[in-house]
């Protein structure tokens, strides 16, 4: 199966009620991870790349791990997204590279010149057969290019929603419903706007919609970081529960990074830890690699419901 666009993998969530995952790769191993995860779980998958991803691993070689990923498991639909693309450059590269999907991420300008960069983006994006995600409303934290203040975020106006989606012709769309990016994502309980989802939902039910900022921060990974030499104090993230209603609510896709971060360093420290003498690179990465297996796996079948959905 060649690459696919997200299109028809959201079409046939939202009908049956369940979240594909996508998954932040900048890496081999975190590759093979996500593939290895999504061939055991019979999940489709999203792999995304950020524009700071795409300068620290070179277009051609993301490329080419994509298209090794897809030639060893011809049965899982995979697409390739372009996560948080800051300009309309940045999404023309990505599309004329074979990406099938690209994020336009206009969250920080105002309405009408978000409105103006989408339908830019979209215009060259279906002449070449690419689907757009756009976003409306400001996740609070830090990712990459993100940087948000807690000050400066915003919910979505599902009302906004609406009039954005029928100016622009995006294909699916991020929220702002109390996510944020990064490992910080609460200083007391985690809480969610079910209810302006729900209300978006109403208004544009037939566009996708996108959690950003939605990695779960595991604890066990954050204690396992810091049990072997880390320092990630107070880390917290959304709670499974909570994404799981939000892929039952009409969520279509959830953005996972910080997760895979937590997992892939966890491990290597681990490593470290018990055996210093270590220095040959498999030695570290083949466990790294099956933690961020185990750590899709997880996703895909207990949280997003994803899994025997290809």
């Known amino acids: 199966m060649p690459l696919v666009t997200t299109k028809e993998m959201f079409e046939k969530a939202m009908k049956e009620h369940y979240a594909i995952g996508a998954f932040n790769v900048n890496n081999m191993e975190i590759v093979q991870g996500i593939m290895d995860a999504a061939a055991e779980q019979n999940s489709p ?9 795409i300068q620290y691993a070179r277009i051609g070689y993301l490329m080419k791990m994509v298209e090794a990923a897809v030639e060893e498991n011809p049965q899982i639909p995979v697409a390739i997204h372009l996560d948080h693309g800051p300009d309309f450059e940045t999404c023309k590269m990505c599309i004329d590279h074979g990406f099938t999907s690209v994020m336009i991420d206009g969250s ?18 279906h002449s070449h057969g690419v689907v757009v995600e756009a976003e409306l409303g400001k996740l609070a934290g830090i990712e990459d290019e993100v940087n948000v203040s807690a000050n400066d975020a915003m919910y979505t106006d599902p009302e906004q929603a609406k009039e954005f989606v029928e100016r622009t012709g995006c294909d699916s769309l991020a929220i702002a419903i109390g996510t944020s990016h990064g490992a910080y994502k609460f200083k007391g309980e985690a809480k969610l706007r079910f ?3 729900a209300k978006v939902k109403e208004l544009i039910p037939n566009t996708p919609i996108v959690l950003h900022g939605a990695s779960t921060v595991i604890p066990e990974l954050v204690n396992m970081c810091n049990q072997y030499g880390g320092n990630i104090p107070g880390a917290k993230g959304v709670p499974d529960e909570m994404l799981h209603e939000a892929s039952l609510s009409g969520v279509s ?3 996972v990074d910080t997760d895979l971060r937590l997992a892939m360093t966890a491990e290597i420290r681990k490593v470290f830890a018990e055996d210093p003498s270590v ?24 949280v997003f419901g994803s899994n025997n959905k290809i």
């Open 45 to 53: 998958v999203i792999l995304q790349a950020s524009s700071s991803a």
């Open 108 to 125: 920080k300008y105002d309405f009408e010149e978000n409105v103006r960069l989408t339908k830019q983006v979209v215009d060259y994006a």
């Open 195 to 197: 209810d302006i989802l």
């Open 253 to 255: 896709k959830i953005n």
């Open 279 to 302: 220095f040959d690179p498999r030695k570290y990465l083949t466990p790294a690699r099956q933690k961020i297996k185990e750590t899709v796996a997880h996703k895909m079948k207990d």
